[in-house]
C-alpha cells in the first residue's frame, strides 16, 4: 500500500515494497477514512429524480405483485382440477 499524496487515499502501488501491517486500530481509523472518502462521492438525486425512482420501484413492486398473484391464482386453479377440492 502506498498513500497517494494527491487524494491522501492509501492505494496499492505496482512495485512498491511490502510495508508492515497496520494494527487494528490504524486499520480501523484507514477503515473510516475510507468511508468518509466514499460518502464524499455521493450525490444526492433532485426530487424530480427522487420522484422517478420512486415510481420505477412502486410499478415494478405492482408488477411482480400481478405476477405472484397470478401464479397462484393458477396453482390454485390447478389443484382444484387434479384433486376436485376447493383450496
Do not use: C, H
Amino acid at each position: 500500500m502506498v498513500q497517494d499524496d494527491a487524494k491522501g487515499e492509501i492505494v496499492a502501488g505496482g512495485n512498491a515494497p511490502r510495508e508492515k501491517k497496520l494494527n487494528v486500530f490504524a486499520r480501523i481509523a484507514l477503515f473510516i477514512r475510507q468511508v468518509f472518502a466514499e460518502l464524499r462521492k455521493v450525490v444526492t438525486p433532485t426530487r424530480q429524480e427522487l420522484v422517478k425512482y420512486t415510481l420505477v420501484v412502486l410499478g415494478f413492486v405492482v408488477i411482480m405483485m400481478a405476477l405472484v398473484w397470478g401464479m397462484d391464482y393458477v396453482s390454485s386453479w390447478l389443484t382444484t382440477q387434479v384433486f376436485g377440492v376447493p383450496a
